[in-house]
């Protein structure tokens, strides 16, 4: 079911490597042209603009953007139990692990009377974006809430499309996740025209203030990140998240049964979606795609998972040795990468690229997916060689606090002034000499 790639016996460079590997082919750029003038229609028109592209792509048109808070209390209350004890769990694994990663004000002492404080402060307003296209995530709601919480994010907003089936409100389970999470602000609009009312900010049907953000975050579809390319600089972005993806690196001791189930798990998301099988074993390569055969006709997406597992995205790679296997997974760069090797942890602490690492039989990504209470956010299209996912630090700026006396200033304005003059900049040094009458050492 599965292409593959015979790698054995080779000793790819890393410019062949990545030449070779499966990909999604995925064209931001081409979805530039259709998105652009969304963008600048909801820039000079605001929501009736955002409307106007809703009923065209969404097929229903909300009286307001903004959803009114009764029905997010109301869409919790109906909540089925077991899904929200489900999304409890989730948040509670999710705070428990983002808590560590709040970062502290620190200060150094450069010398005496002079310090450098790096302080952390967290962006004033976020857009959370939650996709509802093929499926409905709660969990990436959860996913992008919590870590902006934790940052000390003081105003979020929730944006979700709007669903025909809903009276125009996003799907039920969107508002009950926010609502338990105490986010009282969603707006009913997804897609590009989102992100653009996002940014601009406007004035609801009602009159009420729709408020622009300062980031935006959240995965979507490829129309959703053209706009997040286009308007990057006016917001910042959390990344340019392409279709999902599953690395799994295994050898002879993993079970083709989980492999082949946790490839299907990703497939389920989109036909682009890709899932490629990294191993030493010709025979699990076997039993794997023998086993797919039969999980695929039996799982409810079953068209959308074959398309996904037979395009050019998806594939099994034949390596000779797990080193081998490791030198492929780190030029890949998976979102998702799962270790089903002997001796998982040793091999997991090898890997350099991935947006997650999921070690062992009983880690798959499912887990991390709802919780494990890692953060399911993460980079695609090979990104994970220098972004991270989602995280506290997303929603947190850095900002360097320089204080120094007049004598820490005056026992280093001579360096400052030669530099200056190094750079033909003298007026540089110039504002350092008028401190002290004009000249220094």
């Known amino acids: 079911m599965l292409n593959r790639t015979d790698l054995r016996g080779q000793v790819p460079t890393a410019t062949e490597l990545r030449a070779t590997l499966p990909r999604a082919e995925y064209d931001v750029d081409a979805a ?3 998105v652009r003038p969304v963008v600048e229609a909801v820039r000079d028109r605001g929501v009736e603009a955002v409307l106007e ?8 048109r909300p009286d307001a953007v903004r959803v009114p808070r009764a029905e997010l ?16 769990e989730s948040i509670t694994r999710a705070r428990k692990v983002h808590a560590e990663q709040r970062r502290t004000d620190v200060t150094t002492t450069v010398v005496e009377g002079g310090t450098v404080t790096e302080k952390w402060v967290p962006v004033e307003r976020v ?8 499926a409905v995530y709660p969990s990436t709601v959860v996913m992008n809430v919590v870590p902006a919480q934790i940052a000390g994010v003081g105003s979020l907003v929730v944006c979700s499309p709007p669903q025909a089936a809903f009276g125009g409100r996003p799907h039920p389970t969107i508002l ?5 999470l105490g986010v009282d602000e969603v707006w009913a609009a997804g ?4 992100v653009a009312l996002l940014a601009y900010g406007g004035t609801d049907t009602n009159g009420a203030e729709l408020a622009p953000v300062d980031i935006v975050t959240g995965p979507g579809n490829i129309y959703l990140t053209a706009a997040k390319r286009l308007l990057r600089g006016l917001i910042g972005i959390d990344a340019e998240a392409g279709p999902t993806e599953i690395a799994i690196l295994a050898d002879e001791t993993a079970d083709p049964v989980h492999v082949a189930a946790d490839l299907i798990s990703q497939a389920e998301h989109d036909p682009l979606a890709a899932s490629v099988l990294v191993t030493t074993s010709a025979e699990l390569a076997d039993a794997v795609d023998k086993e797919l055969v ?8 079953a068209e959308r998972v074959a398309e996904a597992l037979a395009g050019k995205q998806s594939g099994i790679i034949l390596v000779s040795t797990v080193d081998d296997g490791l030198r492929v997974v780190d030029a890949y760069a998976a979102e998702h990468l799962e270790i089903q090797t002997a001796d998982a942890r040793a091999v997991a602490a090898r890997v350099r690229n991935a947006g997650a690492i999921f070690v062992g039989a009983y880690a798959p990504v499912s887990l991390g997916d709802y919780c494990a209470g890692s953060n399911h956010v993460l980079p695609t299209g090979g990104f ?3 972004s991270s996912g989602l995280s506290v630090q997303s929603f947190l700026k850095g900002i360097h606090v320089v204080d120094y006396t007049e004598e820490a200033l005056r026992d280093v304005a001579g360096r400052v002034v030669a530099l200056a003059d190094a750079e033909d900049l003298p007026a540089h040094g110039e504002a350092v000499a008028a401190r002290f009458g004009g000249s220094v050492r």
Do not use: C, I, S
């Open 73 to 88: 209390t109301r869409a919790l209350e109906q909540l089925d139990p077991a899904v929200r004890a489900a999304l409890e």
């Open 294 to 301: 039969n999980r695929v006709a039996a799982t409810k997406h």
């Open 32 to 34: 530039l042209h259709h």
């Open 176 to 180: 009950a996740a926010a609502e338990l």
């Open 53 to 60: 592209y809703t009923e065209k792509f969404d097929k229903v």
């Open 127 to 134: 857009g959370l974006y939650a996709p509802g296209g093929l």
């Open 384 to 386: 994970a060689r220098h």
């Open 191 to 194: 897609g590009a025209q989102a």
